[in-house]
């Protein structure tokens, strides 16, 4: 036996016969031929793995990406489920009306500008805004929440000529005073 007939003829578990024809048929082979035939055999462990391991290959290069992808996404849902329970079980501060709309006077000062205007009726108070900038009036309107318990009743805003400003009017709740 020479050449490929040698490997494949110590082959284990064939018997004599089958090893004794395997062999001639492949010492029979040109040399051509024996590297086609090592080239389909490569080929066919390459489709193999690449159809039954490549994709749990593929699965376990992305699981740490994927990992930290699922628990960012849960971080974020957590701090809003802790948002939404504050909101839900009244953490903001109960102020009288007139408290809540002195203290949305003094925020808004810094936050939209001088030429912002307040007016209160009852327990409803009126901003007139003129040229704020979006995430101004973002966290104004977080802030206003969140410290005052106060509600937008009403938004009429409108994009002004000039990039991110906002100009309009904003109907607030005041919260009814405890009693």
Sequence with gaps: MSGL????????????AWRDRLAVRLDGL???QRWALWGALACSVVLVFSTW?????????????????????????????AEAQALRSGGSPRLSPEQSASAIRTLSKPLLGEA?????????????????????LSRWL?????RTGSKPESLNLS????ADQWSGQVVLMLPEAQP
Excluded: I, K, N, Y
């Design 116 to 136: 912002t205007q307040l007016t209160q009726s009852g327990t409803r108070l009126t901003v007139q805004l003129q040229g704020v900038p979006a995430a101004a």
């Design 159 to 162: 994009r002004s000529t000039q």
């Design 5 to 16: 007939g040698r490997v494949w003829g110590r082959a284990d578990g064939l018997d004599g």
């Design 53 to 81: 391991w490549g994709p749990a290959w593929s699965v376990w290069r992305e699981a740490d990406e994927r990992h930290a992808r699922l628990d960012a996404a849960e971080r974020q849902m957590q701090g809003v489920a």
């Design 142 to 146: 977080t802030q206003v929440r969140e």
């Design 30 to 32: 040109t040399r051509t």
